[in-house]
C-alpha cells in the first residue's frame, strides 16, 4: 500500500516539478500570460494527482482554491472600482490599492500553505524512507519560502508608501523569489526520483 502511495505521489510531484520548471519563462514577452496558464493547469494537475497519496496534498489543493478566490475577489474589485472611478469617485483609486494590497497578501498566504503542505506531505513520505538528507532540504525550502513571502509582503507594502523605489525592490525581489524558486524545483525532482524508483 505504501508503495503505491509513493509511487502516485511520485508522479503527482514530477507534474509539479514541470509545471514549476515552465513557470520560470512567464516573464517572455508575448507569451507570458499562455506560459502562466500552462504552468498553473500542470501544477493543479499535480496536486489533484497528489491527493490520493495523503491528505496533506488535499490540503494544499485547498489552499489552490482559496488563492483562486481571491484572484477572482481581486478582478471582481478591479472592475468595481474602475467603475467607481470612472464616475468620478477620486477617492476609487486609493481605496483599490489598499484592497489590492490586502488581497494580494491573502493570496500570497495562501500561496505559501499551498507550497508547504506539498513540502510537509512529501517530507512525510521521504522521512518512512528514511532519506534524512531529503528531509532536510524540504524543511529548509519551506522556511527560505517564509522568508520569502515575508519580504514579498513587506516589499508590497513599502511600494504603497515608497513608489520611488519600485525598481529596486522589484529587482530584489525577483532575484530572491528566483533562488527560492530554484531551490523548491530542486527539491521537487529529487523527491519525485526518489518516490519513483
Given at each position: 500500500m505504501s508503495e503505491?502511495?509513493?509511487?502516485?505521489?511520485?508522479?503527482?510531484?514530477?507534474?509539479?516539478?514541470?509545471?514549476?520548471?515552465?513557470?520560470?519563462?512567464?516573464?517572455?514577452?508575448?507569451?507570458?500570460?499562455?506560459?502562466?496558464?500552462?504552468?498553473?493547469?500542470?501544477?493543479?494537475?499535480?496536486?489533484?494527482?497528489?491527493?490520493?497519496?495523503?491528505?496533506?496534498?488535499?490540503?494544499?489543493?485547498?489552499?489552490?482554491?482559496?488563492?483562486?478566490?481571491?484572484?477572482?475577489?481581486l478582478s471582481m474589485a478591479t472592475v468595481y472600482f474602475s467603475n467607481l472611478y470612472a464616475g468620478g469617485n477620486t477617492g476609487a483609486a486609493?481605496?483599490?490599492?489598499?484592497?489590492?494590497?490586502?488581497?494580494?497578501?491573502?493570496?500570497?498566504?495562501?500561496?505559501?500553505?499551498?507550497?508547504?503542505?506539498?513540502?510537509?506531505?512529501?517530507?512525510?513520505f521521504l522521512g518512512e524512507l528514511q532519506e534524512e538528507a531529503l528531509v532536510k532540504h524540504g524543511e529548509t525550502t519551506w522556511k527560505l519560502m517564509i522568508v520569502s513571502y515575508g519580504l514579498n509582503i513587506l516589499f508590497s507594502i513599502l511600494l504603497v508608501f515608497m513608489s520611488n523605489w519600485s525598481g529596486v525592490l522589484s529587482i530584489a525581489s525577483n532575484v530572491i523569489n528566483l533562488a527560492i524558486t530554484l531551490v523548491y524545483i530542486l527539491f521537487l525532482y529529487r523527491s519525485e526520483v526518489r518516490l519513483l524508483a
Open positions: 503505491e502511495r509513493y509511487l502516485t505521489a511520485g508522479k503527482a510531484l514530477k507534474l509539479i516539478f514541470i509545471g514549476q520548471v515552465i513557470a520560470l519563462f512567464v516573464s517572455l514577452p508575448s507569451v507570458g500570460n499562455f506560459i502562466s496558464l500552462i504552468a498553473g493547469i500542470t501544477i493543479l494537475v499535480g496536486i489533484v494527482k497528489a491527493r490520493k497519496a495523503d491528505a496533506l496534498y488535499n490540503r494544499a489543493f485547498i489552499m489552490v482554491l482559496c488563492s483562486l478566490g481571491c484572484s477572482l475577489i486609493e481605496t483599490f490599492i489598499i484592497v489590492a494590497l490586502v488581497l494580494s497578501v491573502i493570496a500570497a498566504v495562501f500561496g505559501f500553505l499551498q507550497n508547504f503542505f506539498i513540502i510537509k506531505g512529501t517530507t512525510k
